[in-house]
């Protein structure tokens, strides 16, 4: 079965920057949706950006114009860069499947922004 392992995630001040990976252990990416997500305390979890089937990205309107979603499907990598944090942006992040079934959640990273 497939894995999905993220990282990169950590302890940052506001203004701040953090860049996401999301290892998968299967060739999933290529031809699939894949997104991410997070959910912070006491929350639901909620998508952040994704990649259409297509290759085209949509990103929720809290995130637009500071994450930018990346792939590289040689690697069955995911990538997410995240500029100007703000404290709000705390959260465990994951990655997934962006359409159908999803996969078994990974362990997700977690990002905390201090003001």
């Given amino acids: 079965q497939v894995q999905l392992v993220e990282s990169g995630g950590g302890l940052v001040q506001a203004g ?13 990416f290529r031809g699939n949706a894949m997104g991410w997500y997070r959910q912070a305390p006491g929350k639901e979890r909620e998508w952040v950006a994704i990649f259409t089937q297509g290759y085209s990205t ?4 809290s995130v637009k114009g500071r994450f930018t979603i990346s792939r590289d499907n ?15 942006d705390t959260a465990v992040y994951y990655c997934n499947l962006a359409a159908g079934v999803r996969l078994p959640w990974g362990q997700g990273t977690q990002v905390t922004v201090s003001s």
């Fill in 16 to 28: 701040g920057s953090l860049k996401l990976s999301c290892a998968a252990s299967g060739s999933i």
């Fill in 74 to 88: 040689a690697k069955n990598t995911l990538y997410l860069q995240m500029n100007s944090l703000k404290p709000e």
């Fill in 58 to 61: 949509n990103y929720a309107d």
